[in-house]
C-alpha cells in the first residue's frame, strides 16, 4: 500500500507564489513516477506535472515556464513549485504515485490540497 500526504495549499493572489508537497509512505512498493494533478469544480482532473525516477518531467502547456516540479527519491516526496499563480489555476491539487505493488503498476492519490488564486 501507498499512503501519500499532502501540505500546503492555501490562498495566493495573483501573481504570488506556493509550494505544495507530498509524502508517500507504506511498504512493498518502488515508485515510478510522481505528480500533481488539478481539478476544478465541475471538471475533469488533469495532469499538471509529473516526474519519474530518473528525473524525467512532464508539465501542462500552461503551467510550463510558471511550475516547477521536483522530488527526494530517497524520501519518496515530491513538491510543485508554484510561481507566478493565475486564477485559473484555481482549483484542488492532488498528489499522484504511480507504484510498483505486488508486481503492478498502480495510482495512488493524496486526499488533495485547495489552491486559490484570488485577489
Known amino acids: 500500500q501507498v499512503h501519500l500526504v499532502e501540505s500546503g495549499g492555501g490562498l495566493v493572489q495573483p501573481g504570488g507564489s506556493l509550494r505544495v508537497s507530498c509524502a508517500a509512505s507504506g511498504s512493498g512498493f518502488s515508485i515510478n513516477a510522481m505528480g500533481w494533478y488539478s481539478q476544478a469544480p465541475g471538471k475533469q482532473r488533469e495532469l499538471v506535472a509529473l516526474?519519474?525516477?530518473?528525473?524525467?518531467?512532464n508539465y501542462q502547456d500552461s503551467v510550463k515556464g510558471r511550475f516547477t516540479i521536483s522530488r527526494d527519491n530517497a524520501k519518496n516526496t515530491v513538491s510543485l513549485q508554484m510561481t507566478n499563480l493565475k486564477p485559473e489555476d484555481t482549483a484542488v491539487y492532488y498528489c499522484?504515485?504511480?507504484?510498483?505493488?505486488?508486481?503492478?503498476?498502480?495510482?495512488?492519490w493524496g486526499q488533495g490540497t485547495q489552491v486559490t488564486v484570488s485577489s
Open positions: 499522484n504515485a504511480q507504484a510498483w505493488v505486488l508486481g503492478k503498476l498502480r495510482d495512488y
Open positions: 516526474i519519474f525516477s530518473g528525473g524525467s518531467t
